[in-house]
């Protein structure tokens, strides 16, 4: 994706080094309480040093991916602005989190066992940037655009908050077996990836959309889906735990979505075989 030198958003809430600072402060306060009753100024120089730990630099790759985010965030501002406008709609944007190993959210603590996840209680995204390192490695979903998909999917979901869809799946599910809840979670996800592809379509109008983009997403949405994770898991797939839909369906609606490029063919809910 062509995204050097162009501008991000401002919608990036970036906690990763502010962690670090709070440990670092509560840590010295400790200390110096410590060395005024023991006196020993080597505790408090040592904690210092450890305090100065936790709080280390980002790394000049840690900086790019979230440059990179930033802008990602940024076009699917641009995209569903234009999108709902077209319906007539007004969009919100949602705030994207960055975090490292763990932070708080109005949905639960968000860490490596919870992966990139949306929250409408916040309409933030929570995002730990070491999944782009997962993808890359543990999914073999490689390339820029492998990590826009999984952004532009979360953003999906928030184009779900704002029309409702969210609540009324909510509302639907309460009422639902496990195993029905899940066939409808199922739904939803495949819209989430059809809403991806969607933008996806106008990133590629605008130009910025490089060789092999399109099938990086495409293997991205393919491995992440639920056969594929249950096959590397425990080598068996069991289709009425599914939560997110195959990687064919992933891919295909994420396929459906690029192609479309409008709501018109969204409705992965009233169709049959979805
Ligand atoms: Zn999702």
Redesign the pocket.
Not at 267 to 272: A, E, K, L, Q, V
């Given at each position: 994706m062509k995204w050097q030198g162009r501008s991000g958003s401002r919608n990036v809430s970036d906690r990763r080094t502010s962690g670090g600072m709070a440990v670092g402060g509560v840590g010295l306060v400790v200390l110096l309480a410590y060395t005024l009753i023991t006196g020993d100024p080597m505790a408090l120089i040592n904690g210092l040093l450890g305090s100065v730990g936790n709080n280390q630099p980002l790394t000049a790759e840690e900086q790019e991916l979230a440059d990179f985010v930033s802008v990602v965030l940024a076009d699917t501002e641009t995209v569903w602005t234009e999108v709902f406008e077209s319906y007539g709609w007004t969009y919100e944007p949602a705030t994207l989190v960055l975090y490292k190993n763990t932070t708080s959210s109005a949905c639960g603590t968000a860490s490596v066992q919870t992966g990139p996840?949306?929250c409408s209680e916040d309409q933030s995204i929570y995002l730990d940037l070491v999944f782009a390192s997962t993808l890359r490695n543990q999914f073999e979903a490689p390339g820029d655009f492998a990590m826009a998909y999984v952004i532009a999917?979360?953003v999906?979901?928030h184009v779900q908050y704002l029309t409702g869809i969210l609540d009324d799946y909510y509302e639907a599910r309460a009422q639902l077996s496990t195993t029905q809840a899940n066939a409808l979670t199922v739904r939803?996800?495949l819209q989430?990836d059809y809403l991806a592809g969607v933008w996806a379509h106008h990133v590629a109008g605008m130009g910025y959309l490089e060789p092999g983009d399109l099938e990086e997403a495409l293997t991205a949405a393919a491995a992440v889906g639920d056969d594929t994770i249950q096959m590397q898991s425990s080598g068996r797939v069991i289709p009425e735990t599914f939560t997110?839909g195959t990687a064919e369906q992933r891919s295909s609606w994420f396929l459906k979505g690029y192609n479309e490029g409008d709501l018109d063919q969204w409705d992965t809910f009233s169709i049959s075989n979805p």
């Amino acid at each position: 994706m062509k995204w050097q030198g162009r501008s991000g958003s401002r919608n990036v809430s970036d906690r990763r080094t502010s962690g670090g600072m709070a440990v670092g402060g509560v840590g010295l306060v400790v200390l110096l309480a410590y060395t005024l009753i023991t006196g020993d100024p080597m505790a408090l120089i040592n904690g210092l040093l450890g305090s100065v730990g936790n709080n280390q630099p980002l790394t000049a790759e840690e900086q790019e991916l979230a440059d990179f985010v930033s802008v990602v965030l940024a076009d699917t501002e641009t995209v569903w602005t234009e999108v709902f406008e077209s319906y007539g709609w007004t969009y919100e944007p949602a705030t994207l989190v960055l975090y490292k190993n763990t932070t708080s959210s109005a949905c639960g603590t968000a860490s490596v066992q919870t992966g990139p996840f949306y929250c409408s209680e916040d309409q933030s995204i929570y995002l730990d940037l070491v999944f782009a390192s997962t993808l890359r490695n543990q999914f073999e979903a490689p390339g820029d655009f492998a990590m826009a998909y999984v952004i532009a999917h979360e953003v999906g979901h928030h184009v779900q908050y704002l029309t409702g869809i969210l609540d009324d799946y909510y509302e639907a599910r309460a009422q639902l077996s496990t195993t029905q809840a899940n066939a409808l979670t199922v739904r939803l996800e495949l819209q989430a990836d059809y809403l991806a592809g969607v933008w996806a379509h106008h990133v590629a109008g605008m130009g910025y959309l490089e060789p092999g983009d399109l099938e990086e997403a495409l293997t991205a949405a393919a491995a992440v889906g639920d056969d594929t994770i249950q096959m590397q898991s425990s080598g068996r797939v069991i289709p009425e735990t599914f939560t997110h839909g195959t990687a064919e369906q992933r891919s295909s609606w994420f396929l459906k979505g690029y192609n479309e490029g409008d709501l018109d063919q969204w409705d992965t809910f009233s169709i049959s075989n979805p």
